[in-house]
């Protein structure tokens, strides 16, 4: 019970960048493609564009602890 305590309770800003970003690649897909390959492609290049500043972000502008 405490691993779904933590999954729904314990959210971080990365966790619901995530999710809005999954969530507008979504929404462009379904309001804008008719084909399901084509929105299937079009979520995940949407969703890569919307994740990489936040990837660079952790990448160069934290301090790692190496």
Request: aromatic share 14%; no cysteine.
């Amino acid at each position: 019970m405490s691993a779904l305590r933590a999954v729904l309770f314990e959210w971080d800003l990365v966790r619901v960048y995530r999710i809005l970003a999954a969530s507008l690649a979504v929404y462009v897909t379904a309001n804008y493609t008719d084909d399901f390959l084509l929105g299937l492609g079009v979520v995940i290049i949407v969703g890569a564009v919307l994740d990489t500043p936040r990837w660079l972000y952790d990448r160069y502008a934290r301090p790692s602890d190496e």
